[in-house]
């Protein structure tokens, strides 16, 4: 495991709803709007984590069936815990070696996972092969190169500011790959198909510096896995720092926003 990567932490659920679920939950809907998929069918959320785009096609797809695959066991289980839908079921597996027969889904989607993945190639030509033909693709990613997630980047700014060393784990030098440009050519050359793109752009706003803060300190995701690990005076010191650079407005709310990039085909009959 890399020094970077070594922050990964994607087990507990709830500590992942507090940082980045409450955000993924909002970007979903958007995807699926732009989406157009038909609605009913069978769908498969690949790397579903603890199941906010699941919950959107539930939500809004009037899917058959939905299948949300991630290779977290914690996630899953916490993804299940929140439904009794009984058109969804979570279960564990690989996203780059998908344990489902070819042609068997009306559309295969994903949220903010395929940074993620070693094999980004061999993940996208799994979700190509699972879906029938004329059935949908699409993924979305967050913009990290382009600093598109403020909540982030000002996280990353203040730590690399105290820590030179952080410098390197920060998401927009771990995935220089996740721009609308380089997104594009990866799903024409995997999928071999047309490809439309769009930016999603969201608000995310904190209602203080403690609701901006905490869930940095909980351990699930990149940065609050960072967050964690540091010793308590270290901590202390970032948590100052945060404090005293992010823009407050005057009710004391932190006020960034979020953008993902989102990229879709249908695939060819
Ligand atoms: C940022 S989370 C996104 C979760 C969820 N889709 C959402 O929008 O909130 C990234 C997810 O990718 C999952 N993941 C990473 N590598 C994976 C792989 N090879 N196969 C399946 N899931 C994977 C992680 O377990 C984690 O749940």
């Not at 203040?158 to 799903?187: G, M, N, V």
């Not at 050359?189 to 209602?207: C, H, K, N, Q």
């Not at 909980?218 to 960072?226: D, E, K, S, T, V």
Request: charged share 25%; aromatic share 10%.
């Amino acid at each position: 495991m890399s020094e970077s990567s070594r922050h990964d932490s994607w087990q507990a659920g709830a500590n992942y709803d507090a940082y980045m679920g409450r955000w993924s939950r909002r970007v979903a809907p958007r995807f699926l709007d732009w989406l157009e998929a038909p609605e009913g069918g069978d769908w498969l959320d690949v790397g579903c984590g603890t199941g906010s785009l699941s919950a959107a096609i539930l939500g809004q797809s009037a899917p058959r069936s939905v299948t949300g695959v991630d290779a977290s066991e914690g996630f899953v289980v916490h993804a299940a815990s929140k439904t009794d839908d009984p058109r969804v079921r979570f279960r564990r597996g690989d996203a780059q070696k998908l344990d489902v027969p070819a042609e068997s889904f009306d559309a295969a989607v994903s949220g903010l996972v395929l940074n993620f993945v070693p094999g980004r190639s061999a993940m996208l030509r799994e979700m190509a092969r699972v879906v029938r033909p004329g059935g949908r693709l699409g993924f979305f990613v967050w913009d990290y190169p382009g600093g598109g997630v403020r909540f982030m980047r000002e996280f990353w700014r203040a730590a690399s500011a105290l820590d030179p060393a952080a410098q390197d784990l920060t998401e927009d030098k771990r995935f220089p790959d996740c721009t609308e440009a380089r997104l594009r050519d990866l799903a024409v050359r995997v999928w071999g198909m047309e490809v439309e793109s769009t930016a999603l752009v969201i608000d995310t706003r904190f209602a203080d510096f403690t609701d901006y803060w905490t869930p940095f300190t909980l351990g699930a995701g990149p940065a609050p896995g960072y967050c964690a690990a540091l010793p308590p005076d270290r901590r202390e010191a970032l948590r100052r720092k945060l404090e005293s650079d992010l823009p407050a407005e005057p009710d004391g709310g932190i006020a960034l926003t979020a953008r993902a990039w989102a990229v879709k085909a249908v695939k060819s009959s």
